[in-house]
């Protein structure tokens, strides 16, 4: 076909569209030199009214970067003043969502952790209390403590023995 045929994409005069069709391919591709490692990102924008959200990228490793491979065709049947105006006027906007990537060598949150339960107000299993190592610690303190005391009361009493017997 002769190229005067094909329709123009630059559009002259915005009223010339009155009354057409109107419509907009919108590709999004990779998305890079973000400021942290990422797990996972999608993007969130608006159009014309209606919210459009691409599919999460979820990654195996940590990266600063993510390809979305999004196209979204975006179409008004019946272009009018108010479309014309609401073009002259948008500012698109896109919204950028992340998950960081984030390394934790903490040990995953338990019941059994003896001071989570604590700062929690719950008690631990008898169980986790016998295999808790700071649970066992305590235990022990509590036993030499105890113990302590009936020394002390022991030697009061055989010094008592020992000064009757004189």
């Known amino acids: 076909p002769d190229a005067t045929d094909e ?12 009354g057409k069709s109107w419509t907009y391919k919108l590709e999004i591709g ?9 797990a996972e990102a999608y993007i969130a924008y608006e159009f014309n009214g209606q919210r459009y959200v691409t599919d999460v990228v979820t990654l195996d490793a ?8 999004y196209t979204e065709i975006l179409h008004v049947d ?28 903490l040990p995953p949150l338990s019941n059994r952790d003896a001071k989570l339960c604590k700062n929690l107000g719950i008690s631990m299993s ?9 649970c066992q610690i305590d235990a022990l303190k509590k036993e030499n403590a105890e113990l302590t005391k009936q020394l002390e009361l022991l030697r009061e009493s055989k010094y008592e023995e020992a000064y009757k017997s004189h």
Do not use: G, H
């Open 78 to 105: 019946c272009v009018d003043d108010e479309f014309i105006k609401y073009l002259d006027d948008v500012e698109f906007k896109f919204a950028v969502f992340i998950k960081p990537w984030v390394i934790c060598n």
């Open 30 to 38: 990779k998305l890079e030199n973000l400021p942290t490692q990422i």
């Open 62 to 69: 940590p990266a600063r970067e993510a390809d979305f491979k």
């Open 126 to 134: 008898a169980e986790a209390m016998a295999n808790d190592p700071q």
């Open 7 to 18: 329709p123009s994409l630059i559009v002259e005069d915005p009223s010339d569209l009155i």
